[in-house]
């Protein structure tokens, strides 16, 4: 199989397993995947330069021709830049107004607390309604708009309320940009620039936050001193300023998810592989839970979501800290503290300046780069807190918060464009949900639960020295992320790559297996229990998993039921990548399960069993009606039963009834899992017949057996496993033919056994085609 | 239903729903009263002489409340009084020990000393800042407007 600088191609479907009266037919379809594996081997590295890394020798754009190259310009940034200042306008009024609103609605210092400190919890909320949203193919630019409006009609409201559940209820209104920024802003900006800009462009939507946190107190200051304006009229103008900045949404063009990524690589991969067909969309459309669990799967990003998480718990009490250090250690009073940290804040406009352009060569050089560079900001972060406050000098402490908070602003950029450079287009607003609840939510919350009484134990300085502490801990886990990017990234392209490839196979005519599992790992938590196991079922076929106890055949079945989910590989039915698809859906395949030994449910009578199955899987009455008449006549002991319980049943006839099952479900696979544990040779023998009957009807049925007399007397194909791993795929009797493999005790019992049976098999093998 | 009228609607059910009251709204900074002393962000020890200036106030009273959010306009300083307290009663209790208890003090004049006040220091290295609330009330102790003027400053506990 190939493999690409990336180190872990996937191959692309094996060629499936054919009758050997077919020889010819599987020596040109393998001839024709193998075509298509050389050319697409070529087509991974070609992706990297794609998705804007891998070629270091390239010279960097100019931000302006980059921009222009994207389509986008300079209004998508700059649109979505505005609507976060004045979002962020918003926050620092609601921030510090505090004092005169809490005196006008007559509201406690907590009840002020809880009803602004919610708009965080409620931006993450809205994020995820956002992301659901678009993942149901919501416009991106009608919601953005809308929650632009949204925050200046609920800035607007503010200014009208007089107690507290309006304030609470406005200031929830008034949320719904912060939780944009995330599931839409970020996206958008990835999707709407060439990814050699990115970092840049992304540097450039930092800047709007920036530029809101510097010039808030200004205009704060200018609308209450100047303009001699109350609260109210503050934030009235204020809001009314957010919704006038909305109305640039109205002039924003939503570009198309991957259009400078995956669908270059997509139109590269269908050019190489001469597949002229339409362009194609992503795989499988996975559902919003799907998508989530998908994404928490990988390495990089689980990484960098608690990164960010730690970031969240060093920013969110920071702010706080720094504001009662000045307050004791400098005796600054609201202005001077304002205009402290707006001038502190501003240290992050040019760092942003000076940081795009080398991220974005970073990035280009080796994403691998641009984490390690971020781990390097968490250690500066962390020095910059312990100098500001160790060091009782004004200009020193006026300096080291300004890079703290320059590098808290730097963070967010670079570790966003590593996330959602590796995951795909459509998950990048769930991504960047999760993104706001780790940042936000998790971060936040466990920044004000774990660090929020240090500074009354220890003091605002020496609470902020603290910080530092997390801060590095932050920088080991992103250093950590370091180490898989590359391979996360490799992952993502594959994904795309593998699917164009299938589509140009269908093209082609190239007829697929109906399983495939590629490369699949599987670990129980940090156990990894698969090792890259290939496994693949062809129509009608039934083949044995055999191996050892422990050898990860249940759990093999269990990623293709989909009751685990592989850290690596891929499953495919009939090339469609059914790998993160819920069990359910894959029901819907006709996929289905038969777990070992407790396969009924046990309070329901035997025929309410049968039922169960068959409208869970949508039959009509009818079709249910016929699939009992077919089971009963199949099973007579089931039928002579058919009010019992079926807790009441034995053992076999516990079995029967999980098989009859597959008689009213009429399943194209079925996984049986230990059919003949602890049961009778009778009734085995039983079972066995009704199983090829199955398979004979044309369910294509997977066996998984320690029993290997049992097993191999029945199929054609088996695959035999052995600590995680695929020692061996053939013929069943090739397999009798491997002593190495046959040393197992049960292996070498059921070689003479089977000696008795191999005239069977061939039989069977001869009726099937 | 048009898409404006919508629109309206949804408008008007939100501005119902923001709490808008009949009570006048302030959206330009009341400057009728002057806090002299103390100045922001001063320090200062107890007791502590407060001071300050009322412009076309006529008939109104001062409600000084230290760090605690005044009532809210038009509600009655009474609402911070038990219901069994026997002020009640004899209506004393605008100047009464029920609301100096909690640092709650009215007054007619323009200056008031006050020789007690709650530590409010987090650890003994952080400052002991107050929050002074001057808001209007009329004879009845009802709050007037929504005017109230705030000063912080710290009391130097070290003396």
Redesign the interface.
């Known amino acids: 199989m190939a493999s690409t600088a990336g180190g872990r191609r996937r191959p692309l479907v094996a060629a499936a397993r054919r009758p050997q009266g077919h020889l010819e037919e599987i020596r040109a379809e393998e001839a024709a995947v193998e075509a298509v594996e050389t050319a697409a081997a070529e087509l991974v590295g070609a992706a990297r330069q794609a998705v804007g890394t891998g070629a270091p020798d390239t010279p960097q754009l100019r931000l302006g021709a980059a921009f222009q190259v994207s389509q986008a310009g300079w209004f998508l940034v700059l649109a979505l830049a505005a609507f976060v200042a004045v979002d962020q306008a918003v926050t620092f009024s609601l921030s510090v107004l505090g004092?005169?609103i809490?005196?006008?609605?007559?509201?406690?210092?907590a009840a002020y607390g809880i009803a602004v400190s919610q708009r965080a919890t409620a931006a993450v909320l809205a994020s995820f309604q956002f992301a659901g949203a678009i993942h149901l193919r919501g416009h991106r630019k009608l919601l953005v708009l809308n929650a632009a409006i949204g925050t200046g009609?609920g800035a607007v409201?503010?200014?009208?309320?007089?107690?507290f559940?309006?304030?609470f209820?406005?200031v929830a209104?008034s949320s719904p940009t912060a939780g944009a920024v995330w599931a839409c802003h970020r996206p958008m900006v990835m999707d709407g620039y060439i990814p050699q800009v990115r970092v840049r462009a992304m540097c450039l939507h930092q800047a709007g936050i920036v530029a809101g946190a510097v010039l808030g107190p200004v205009l704060v200051g200018a609308l209450?001193g100047w303009a001699?304006?109350?609260w109210?009229?503050v934030i009235?103008v204020v809001g009314l300023t957010t919704v006038i900045v909305a109305l640039l949404a109205i002039w924003l063009r939503d570009p198309a998810p991957g259009r400078h990524d995956t669908d270059a690589i997509r139109e590269a991969v269908r050019s190489k592989l001469g597949n002229g067909g339409a362009a194609a969309g992503d795989a499988a459309g996975l559902r919003f839970t799907e998508t989530l669990r998908r994404i928490w799967l990988v390495p990089t990003v689980r990484a960098l979501l608690i990164a960010l998480a730690v970031l969240g718990i060093v920013v969110t009490p920071l702010l706080t800290y720094m504001s009662?250090f000045l307050?004791?250690h400098w005796?600054?009073?609201?202005g001077a503290r304002s205009a402290f940290l707006g001038g502190a804040w501003a240290f992050a406009l040019p760092a942003l300046a000076w940081f795009g352009p080398r991220g974005d060569a970073m990035f280009r050089r080796d994403p691998a780069e641009l984490v390690a560079a971020s781990a390097r900001l968490f250690v500066l972060l962390a020095a910059a807190l312990a100098v500001s406050v160790l060091i009782p000098l004004m200009p020193v402490a006026f300096i080291g918060f300004g890079v703290a908070l320059a590098i808290s602003a730097l963070l967010v950029p670079s570790l966003t464009v590593v996330m959602l450079s590796i995951v795909a287009p459509k998950a990048r607003p769930v991504a960047g949900a999760l993104a706001a609840t780790f940042l936000v939510a998790v971060g936040g919350l466990a920044g004000a639960m774990l660090l929020g009484g240090l500074?009354?134990?220890?003091?605002?300085g020496a609470a902020i020295a603290i910080l530092a502490f997390p801060a590095l801990v932050a920088a080991a886990l992103v250093r950590r992320a370091a180490g898989t990017v590359n391979a996360d990234l490799d992952q993502m392209l594959s994904d795309v790559v593998e699917e164009e490839e299938i589509r140009s196979l269908s093209h082609r005519g190239t007829r697929l297996p109906m399983l495939a599992c590629r490369h699949i790992d599987f670990s129980y938590g940090k156990l990894q229990v698969l090792f890259g196991v290939n496994f693949t079922v062809d129509d009608d076929e039934m083949v044995a998993l055999l191996g050892t106890n422990g050898a990860g055949k249940s759990t093999l079945l269990r990623v293709v039921s989909g009751l685990g989910l592989p850290t690596g590989g891929s499953v495919r039915f009939h090339g469609t990548d059914v790998t993160y698809l819920d069990p359910e859906r894959r029901l819907a395949f006709g996929m289905g399960q038969i777990p070992g030994g407790k396969a009924v449910f046990g309070p329901l009578s035997v025929v309410e069993n049968l039922q169960v199955q068959g409208y869970s899987h949508g039959r009509n009455r009818r079709a249910v009606n016929a699939g009992l008449e077919a089971a009963f006549d199949a099973f007579p002991r089931l039928a002579e039963r058919r009010n019992q319980p079926s807790s009441t049943l034995s053992g076999g006839e516990q079995q029967m009834l999980a098989l009859a099952s597959a008689l009213v479900v009429k399943y194209r696979l079925l996984l049986i899992d230990e059919l003949s544990l602890g049961l009778a040779p009778k009734v085995v023998a039983e079972l066995l017949e009704m199983v090829r009957r199955i398979n004979a009807a044309g369910t294509a049925v997977v066996l998984v057996e320690q029993s290997v007399n049992v097993a191999l007397s029945l199929v054609d194909h088996a695959y035999f496993m052995e600590k995680g791993e695929v020692k061996f795929d053939g013929n069943a009797s090739d397999l009798l033919a491997r002593p190495d493999l046959l040393r197992s005790v049960f292996l070498e019992g059921a070689s003479k056994g089977l000696a008795g049976t191999n005239g069977a098999s061939a039989t069977s093998r001869q009726r099937r085609r | 239903m048009t898409a404006p009228r919508r629109w309206a609607a949804v408008?008007a059910v939100?501005?119902a729903?923001?709490?808008?009251?009949s009570?006048a709204?302030?959206?330009?900074?009341?400057?009728r009263v002057h806090i002299v002393q103390p100045t922001?962000?001063s320090r200062h020890s107890l007791p502590l002489h407060l001071q300050w200036t009322g412009n076309n106030v006529a008939g109104a009273r001062y409600a000084l409340f230290f760090d605690?959010?005044?009532?809210?306009?038009g509600?009655s300083l009474l609402s911070l009084v038990d219901k069994q307290d026997p002020c009640r009663a004899d209506n004393s209790c605008l100047g009464s020990s029920s609301l100096t208890d909690k640092y709650v003090f009215v007054t007619k004049a323009t200056h008031l000393d006050v020789d007690l006040l709650p530590d409010r220091r987090?650890?003994h290295?952080?400052?002991d800042?107050h929050?002074l609330?001057i808001?209007m009330v009329d004879g009845a102790g009802r709050r007037i407007g929504?005017a109230?003027y705030?000063r912080?400053f710290t009391l130097d506990r070290t003396r």
């Open positions: 004092p005169e809490r005196s006008t609605l007559g509201l406690s210092e009609i409201l503010c200014a009208f309320t007089s107690s559940w309006p304030l209820l406005a209104i209450s001699g304006l109350s109210r009229g009235l009662f307050k004791d005796r600054m009073g609201l500074d009354r134990r220890f003091g605002p | 408008l939100l501005m729903a923001s709490g808008c009251s009570q709204m302030l959206f330009i900074k009341d400057t922001e962000n605690s959010p005044p009532v809210r306009p509600q987090k650890s290295s952080s400052l800042d929050l609330t808001v929504e109230a705030l912080t």
